[in-house]
């Protein structure tokens, strides 16, 4: 599949995602949930996108070493296209497998009910802020872990050795931030679908 452009694999699966909303929607009428869902994650994905766009086109300029040594992006005239590139891919790719997470933790139960679409969409906020809290932590962190063996693998100066730890460092602690969100938010909605489906009795009949 790493041979398949990202374009061609994109295309695949919205053809996928139309054929199965619309046999979803044909068989079970208004009460199909797979349009919302693939809905949801296409959204997921782009809230990943804009976030991966966001963070690369800091870090890209804090260190082209990063993108060139640990991406192997060509480091000429189209170095910043291909940044946005991967970035796009790298984010809307993330962001699909935590809507996809997400979903998954919001299947309706007997006695536990879905959250709406939008509210769920609301809890992507827990993993994107992690992330961003994380990332500063990683990048303070992880440099003094990690120069010690970035001087036996790259020939850079010090100046920008340093600077790719600290990218790196910046890059781990978003995905490890992400993580983390993502089981926080998790946990948000099954707390939330408990709650409402806590229905009180019906009265008694007259």
């Known amino acids: 599949?790493?041979?398949?452009?990202?374009?061609a694999r994109l295309a695949a699966l919205l053809a996928l995602m139309v054929v199965g909303a619309a046999l979803d929607r044909r068989r079970h009428g208004p009460a199909a949930r797979r349009p919302g869902e693939y809905a949801f994650l296409l959204a997921a994905g782009a809230l990943g996108a804009a976030f991966g766009l966001a963070c690369d086109q800091v870090t890209s300029r804090l260190s082209p070493d990063y993108f060139?040594?640990?991406?192997g992006l060509d480091p000429g005239p189209g170095f910043g296209?291909?940044?946005i590139v991967?970035?796009?891919?790298?984010?809307?790719?993330a962001g699909v497998v935590l809507g996809a997470v997400l979903l998954l933790t919001n299947q309706p139960r007997p006695a536990r009910p879905a959250?709406?679409?939008?509210?769920?969409?609301r809890r992507a906020a827990w993993p994107l802020g992690c992330a961003l809290v994380a990332a500063p932590v990683g990048a303070l962190v992880i440099p003094?872990?990690?120069?010690?063996h970035l001087r036996d693998l790259l020939v850079l100066p010090p100046d920008?050795?340093?600077?790719?730890?600290?990218?790196?460092g910046a890059h781990v602690g978003v995905y490890g931030g992400a993580v983390v969100g993502l089981v926080v938010a998790a946990l948000e909605v099954r707390r939330a679908r408990l709650s409402g489906g806590t229905a009180p009795p019906p009265p008694p009949a007259a």
Do not use: I
């Open 86 to 93: 991967l970035s796009l891919q790298a984010g809307f790719t």
């Open 68 to 71: 060139v040594e640990g991406k």
């Open 144 to 148: 003094p872990l990690a120069l010690p």
């Open 160 to 168: 920008r050795l340093e600077a790719f730890a600290r990218v790196w």
């Open 81 to 83: 296209r291909a940044v």
């Open 1 to 7: 599949m790493s041979d398949v452009p990202f374009g």
């Open 115 to 121: 959250l709406p679409l939008l509210r769920l969409l």
